[in-house]
């Protein structure tokens, strides 16, 4: 008994140290090819760098001025979550709460929204932004990853809300409470892990970004960090190690948020699963 015992733990282990090579390995060669010169990066392929340079970082930082990418990323990332998450928010609770005779449309058409691939609106979304005066600009750039991320948002948020009892909120009402008194005091704080965990899906989805950014900004000093290493690429020889060293940069803020949040994610994750 105690063979078989130690024989799961040993094979459930390898399984766990397997998985986690899998998925580390690819930022270890990342973060090491970063590190090296172009002769060891084109030579043949090794775990360690044979010399360290800084080189790729202070050519992404001093030269294409990578920090500004960075900058812009944040700010549209950090403006389309806080929005996002208001709006969905109201959108949500009115759909979880509110018997509505086309709430199943509405939330069909959410659902719809969310699905259509981008593809297929960029082009028609460019056409307004440039019809709105909001063409090479952040502020277009945001409102047009708000069509994407508050269909997902409203859309999660919905099972979270649920799963608070109605009973909460209507002893609220009872002691004075308005609706709006009762989501921002009761079921907002309630599902705190949730709008944790749709705030982060919202943000690593706006950071991560290419293709409308590529079509939206044209100026080098509102390029989002993908849009700056998308540029990086001029030639059919690619720039391995400014790129690496990039990805690294770019990496930074989603791990340090992933980091700091992974309670919530996990929470969150699950909260609207159950019903309370």
Excluded: C
């Excluded at 998985?19 to 973060?31: E, R, T, V």
């Excluded at 010399?51 to 500004?68: A, G, P």
């Excluded at 944790?196 to 899906?201: C, L, Q, R, Y």
Aim: glycine residues 6%; proline residues 5%.
């Amino acid at each position: 008994m105690r063979r078989a015992f130690l024989l799961n733990r040993l094979l459930t282990y390898t399984a766990l140290v397997f998985a986690a090579l899998l998925i580390l390995f690819p930022l270890y060669w990342m973060a090491t090819t970063s590190l090296k010169i172009p002769r060891d990066i084109l030579r043949t392929p090794s775990l360690w760098p044979h010399t360290f340079t800084w080189s790729n970082y202070r050519n992404l930082i001093e030269q294409r001025d990578f920090l500004t990418a960075i900058r812009n990323s944040l700010l549209v990332a950090a403006m389309v979550t806080l929005i996002s998450v208001a709006i969905s928010s109201l959108a949500a609770y009115s759909m979880a709460r509110y018997r509505t005779r086309f709430r199943g449309v509405f939330g069909r058409l959410i659902l719809f929204a969310y699905l259509t691939p981008t593809s297929l609106l960029f082009i028609p979304l460019s056409i307004i932004m440039a019809q709105l005066q909001l063409g090479d600009s952040l502020v277009g750039l945001i409102l047009v990853y708000l069509t994407f991320s508050l269909p997902l948002s409203t859309w999660l948020l919905q099972s979270y809300f649920r799963s608070v009892p109605r009973e909460l909120e209507e002893q609220g009402t009872i002691d004075g409470l308005t609706r709006l008194g009762a989501l921002l005091r009761i079921v907002l704080p309630l599902s705190a892990p949730g709008l944790a965990a749709v705030s982060i899906f919202t943000f690593t989805g706006a950071w991560n970004e290419l293709l409308l950014a590529l079509v939206l900004i044209t100026s080098a000093g509102k390029r989002t960090a993908p849009l700056a290493l998308n540029y990086l690429i001029t030639t059919d020889t690619l720039p391995y190690g400014p790129l690496m060293a990039g990805a690294v940069l770019s990496s930074v803020p989603l791990i340090l948020l992933f980091f700091l949040a992974q309670r919530f994610m996990v929470q969150g994750m699950t909260a609207g699963s159950v019903k309370g």
